[in-house]
Every structure is written in structure tokens, then in C-alpha cells.
């Protein structure tokens, strides 16, 4: 099995910083990307960013300046800081991971549990 847990989400003030965390963990063989996307009430889930193993990186175009995205290979970790944040920010953060389980698997999507991102004054 694998697990992904999230930490780091809260309420910040408009402007404000926040950093995201995310550790995959269980039965790994390896890793392909790892990444971060959102979704607000109403809107349909949407990619933040993702980071390959390679460390090639994809922004959406709102977060492209504001946001960075970093990884840990050894420890199957990884980071969004979130910089400059705005109201229209706030919204569910689930991380996201394509996991390989065994030599002889195939790569499968996986999710965490999603934290909240409030950004209000």
C-alpha cells in the first residue's frame, strides 16, 4: 500500500506565505512525479504544479512566479512553497504521486487526503 501524507495547509492573510509537504510512503519500487493540485467549491481539481524525478517542473499559468515546487527523491518528498498568496488561492491541496510498487508493476496514480488553504483577511 501506498500512503501520501499532507501537512503544512492553514489561514494566512492575503499576501502571505505557506509551505506544503507531502511524504509518500509503503510499498515503493519508485517514484515518476510527484505534484500538487487544487480544487475550490464549484471548480473542478486543477494542477498547481508537478516535479519529475528529473526535476523538469510544470506551473499553472495563475501560480507561475508566486509558487515553487521542490522534492527529496530519498525521501519520496515533496514541498510547495506558496508565496504572495490571494484570496482566490484557497481551495483543497491534494498531492498527488505516479507510484511504481514493484519492479514488475506499472505506475499508478495516487492521492492524499487533501489540506485546507485559506487565504483571508
Known amino acids: 500500500q501506498v500512503q501520501l501524507v499532507e501537512s503544512g495547509g492553514g489561514l494566512v492573510q492575503p499576501g502571505g506565505s505557506l509551505r506544503l509537504s507531502c511524504a509518500a510512503s509503503?510499498?515503493?519500487?519508485?517514484?515518476?512525479?510527484m505534484g500538487w493540485y487544487r480544487q475550490a467549491p464549484g471548480k473542478q481539481r486543477e494542477l498547481v504544479a508537478q516535479?519529475?524525478?528529473?526535476?523538469?517542473?510544470n506551473y499553472a499559468d495563475f501560480v507561475s512566479g508566486r509558487f515553487t515546487i521542490s522534492r527529496d527523491n530519498a525521501k519520496n518528498t515533496v514541498y510547495l512553497q506558496m508565496n504572495s498568496l490571494k484570496p482566490e488561492d484557497t481551495a483543497v491541496y491534494y498531492c498527488?504521486?505516479?507510484?511504481?510498487?514493484?519492479?514488475?508493476?506499472?505506475?499508478?496514480?495516487?492521492w492524499g487526503q487533501g489540506t485546507q488553504v485559506t487565504v483571508s483577511s
Open positions: 516535479i519529475t524525478v528529473g526535476d523538469t517542473t
Open positions: 498527488h504521486a505516479l507510484v511504481r510498487r514493484r519492479v514488475w508493476d506499472h505506475f499508478q496514480n495516487y
Open positions: 509503503g510499498s515503493i519500487f519508485s517514484i515518476g512525479a
